[in-house]
């Protein structure tokens, strides 16, 4: 079984940072993709960063420039750096990691959240 635990949300003012980490712990795995979705209240999920093994990273277009994902070495951990952040970054944030097994089947694996509050 494959857990992921993240950390780093909080409260900031608008124009500050924070990082988010998420670690993978558990079963032995083999991740072909990492990333971040937020789900702000009467929203749907969506996603904020992705990542694969060896690929480019993919944003959404609204944290284009002040958002930057990463991941380490072993591709299972996954960062989420958050500058210039707005109050319309505000959202619960989830972490994602996906394996494909023999047959092709995705699997995906999320976290249990971290809070992101942006306000004055």
């Known amino acids: 079984q494959v857990q992921l635990v993240e950390s780093g949300g909080g409260l900031v003012q608008p124009g500050g940072s924070l990082r988010l980490s998420c670690a993978a712990s558990?079963?032995?795995?083999?991740?072909?993709?990492m990333g971040w979705y937020r789900q702000a209240p009467g929203r749907q999920r969506e996603l904020v960063a992705a990542?694969?093994?060896?690929?480019?990273?993919n944003y959404a277009d609204s944290v284009k420039g002040r958002f930057t994902i990463s991941t380490n070495n072993a591709f299972n951990t996954v960062y989420l750096q958050m500058n210039s952040l707005k109050p319309e970054d505000t959202a619960v944030y989830y972490c994602?990691?996906?394996?494909?097994?023999?047959?092709?089947?995705?699997?995906?694996?999320w976290g249990q959240g971290t809070q992101v509050s942006v306000s004055s």
């Open positions: 990542i694969t093994r060896g690929g480019s990273p």
């Open positions: 994602n990691a996906q394996q494909v097994d023999y047959t092709f089947r995705k699997i995906d694996y």
């Open positions: 558990g079963s032995i795995f083999n991740f072909n993709a």
